[in-house]
């Protein structure tokens, strides 16, 4: 299958990609990966990517479309891909279906993880690491005796400077102000699969597998 997820930072996008990844034998398309990979190799985006990170400035959707356009066109995609981070907004939207239409490639799906924004403030808010063993717990949702562990060894539950209420709650403004306007887009398409993204992760991947007819 061809698949976009959708959702906040914070519903799990990325974990539950991962699972149907190892599962189904698709390939993760991120293209925070692919442009590492391009600037690494030197191609020709890599290059213009790289003299715009060095210039202080965004890497252009242009460029990107450049390296997911190649990426699609290996033959390790041909049991599916799933697109990480890409889109982000109406205007990417519509030229990754440009890009698709000139592979011969269509979506089968846009995945909408949706969870409370009360739960995604507690999931990114209340991440932390222990400073012992580096273990990824939660102060909300971890169970007790995993944070007592930690605790209870000398160990320090570290929170990442950008995990606080403002950045956070700055990210989910423009996940809302610019993302969230694709989920009425796919819809229209007849590709959204909007999946309750709360409960545990063996659950919500039932959900998202039951939801994709897989």
Do not use: W
Not at 116 to 125: A, N
Request: hydrophobic share 40%; proline share 2%; charged share 30%.
């Amino acid at each position: 299958m061809k698949i976009v997820f959708l959702g906040a930072p914070g519903s799990g996008k990325g974990t539950q990609a991962q699972r149907l990844m190892a599962e189904y034998s698709m390939v993760q398309v991120s293209t925070g990966d692919l442009l590492r990979e391009a600037v690494a190799a030197g191609t020709e985006p890599g290059r213009r990517a790289r003299q715009a990170m060095d210039a202080g400035e965004l890497v252009s959707d242009e460029i990107v479309l450049a390296m997911i356009q190649d990426r699609l066109q290996r033959a390790d995609v041909e049991n599916g891909f799933i697109l990480d981070g890409f889109p982000r907004n109406l205007a990417q939207a519509r030229s990754l279906e440009k890009v698709l239409d000139d592979l011969g490639k269509q979506l089968d799906a846009a995945v909408l993880l949706d969870v409370d924004l009360d739960i995604l403030m507690k999931r990114l808010t209340g991440r932390r690491t222990c400073s012992i063993n580096g273990k990824l717990l939660n102060i909300y949702f971890s169970p007790r005796a995993e944070i007592e562990a930690c605790t209870g060894a000398g160990g320090e539950l570290i929170q990442r400077a950008d995990d606080n209420e403002e950045t956070i709650g700055n990210r989910l403004e423009v996940y809302r102000r610019e993302t969230e306007p694709l989920i009425d887009h796919y819809r229209g398409a007849g590709l959204l699969r909007k999946v309750d993204g709360q409960g545990d992760m063996e659950t919500v991947y039932g959900r998202i597998k039951d939801a994709l007819g897989l």
